[in-house]
């Protein structure tokens, strides 16, 4: 795989979404594209950034004792 | 594989049993759905919604078309995402009527910090105090993403849903809900990264 690899492969992949055919391709060229590598760990970041934002958000207690 | 499958199916059945008991009026049923899934249901409409007030609002209203409907749950899909599914349109139909969407979380006074609200106690007030600005700045972010990516980044990245899943809540294709997630978060990514 000579051409960089598209942000919606990567996305999946991250998810653990890929398709086989598609994972292995993609190890294969991630294995020696260092800028597919960044954009991976880029979007990793966001990923986890939003997971990070929200997950301590707390109801309102009155909510939870209604 | 097996196990999945096994795990699959007794989730199902208890959908299925809780669903029975409130049909025929254990209030204890709907208690526990209440229990498992308030805060998953709040966290949307706050993501959503941009507005805790707004997001306790949409969460209550959830809660009660959930209660007039959950008699007639027949385990077509998984409570869980049935219950998304009820709460993102409750969602949508409010949010579109009364106002734009994600006003605020991130314009909230300073006198009153998103962090004191925060509930992890493992923490010190100063990783709470940076976790609450990296939060509004995320919240401030993804409320410039289109409200399609943005969903099915929330149900992805804050929610935890498969893919699969996805697809059912927002009755889209799988290969819809993967091209959504990756431009919503390109999109964030750029906005995150432009200091917005």
Redesign the interface.
């Known amino acids: 795989m000579n051409l960089h690899v598209?942000?919606?492969i990567?996305?999946?992949y991250l998810?653990g979404?890929s398709r086989p055919a598609e994972t292995r391709k993609l190890e294969a060229h991630l294995a020696s594209c260092t800028s597919c590598r960044g954009r991976l760990d880029?979007?990793r970041?966001?990923?986890?950034?939003?997971?990070?934002?929200?997950?301590?958000?707390?109801?309102?207690a009155?909510?939870?004792t209604? | 594989m097996k196990a999945a499958t096994i795990t699959s199916e007794a989730v199902r059945d208890l959908d299925l049993d809780l669903a029975e008991r409130h049909r025929v009026g254990d209030v204890q049923a709907f208690d526990e759905v209440y229990a498992r899934y308030?805060?998953m249901v709040?966290?949307l409409a706050?993501?959503l919604s941009g507005d805790?007030d707004e997001?306790?609002d949409l969460?209550?209203e959830t809660f009660l078309r959930i209660y007039r409907h959950l008699g007639s749950f027949r385990g077509r899909s998984a409570l869980k995402t049935w219950i998304f599914r009820i709460a993102l349109n409750h969602c949508r139909d409010r949010l579109s009527r009364f106002r734009p969407p994600m006003q605020s979380i991130a314009e909230e006074t300073e006198d009153e910090p998103?962090s004191v609200?925060?509930?992890?106690p493992g923490r010190d007030p100063e990783e709470l105090a940076v976790?609450a600005d990296?939060?509004r700045r995320?919240?401030r972010c993804?409320a410039h993403v289109p409200h399609a990516f943005r969903e099915a980044?929330?149900l992805?990245?804050?929610e935890g849903l498969?893919?699969e899943e996805i697809a059912e809540v927002l009755g889209v294709r799988m290969g819809t809900v993967?091209?959504r997630?990756?431009?919503g978060?390109?999109q964030?990514?750029t906005l995150?990264e432009g200091g917005t």
């Open positions: 598209s942000s919606e990567l996305s999946a998810d979404e880029a979007l970041g966001v990923a986890r950034a939003v997971e990070r934002s929200a997950v301590r958000a707390a109801p309102p009155w909510l939870a209604r | 308030e805060g709040y966290n706050l993501r805790r997001a306790a969460t209550q998103f609200r925060l509930t992890d976790a990296e939060s995320v919240s993804l980044v929330i992805r990245d804050l498969s893919y993967r091209s997630i990756a431009r978060r390109e964030l990514r995150l």
